[in-house]
Nanobody
Framework: QVQVVESGGGLVQPGGSLRLSCIVS????????MGWYRQAPGNQRELVAT???????NYAESVKGRFTITRDDAKNTVYLQMNSLKPEDAARYYC?????????WGKGTLVTVSA
């Protein structure tokens, strides 16, 4: 059973930084494309960043230059470094692991950006 578990969310002031972590268990993360998505109250879930098995990355325009996605397959972990956080970045952040028709989601970690 593959499980995806996020951590690292919390309360941060505007302009601050957070690093989210996503651990994959039950399988090696190296064979999965990984992604971070977010959903704010009243909004649809949206893509934040993705990273392929070959470590090619893709970012939403709204986070380019501020967020960085990386992966450490030796630790079965994917990270999302978030800098220069804005109030509009506040949301529940979800990790996704995808391979072919297999698609796994975590339960999310909450990020609050407020003074």
């Amino acid at each position: 059973q593959v499980q995806v578990v996020e951590s690292g969310g919390g309360l941060v002031q505007p302009g601050g930084s957070l690093r989210l972590s996503c651990i994959v268990s039950g399988s090696s993360s190296s064979s999965y494309a990984m992604g971070w998505y977010r959903q704010a109250p009243g909004n649809q879930r949206e893509l934040v960043a993705t990273i392929t098995t070959g470590s090619s990355t893709n970012y939403a325009e709204s986070v380019k230059g501020r967020f960085t996605i990386t992966r450490d397959d030796a630790k079965n972990t994917v990270y999302l470094q978030m800098n220069s956080l804005k109030p509009e970045d506040a949301a529940r952040y979800y990790c996704n692991a995808r391979r072919s028709i297999l698609n796994y989601w975590g339960k999310g970690t909450l990020v609050t950006v407020s003074a």
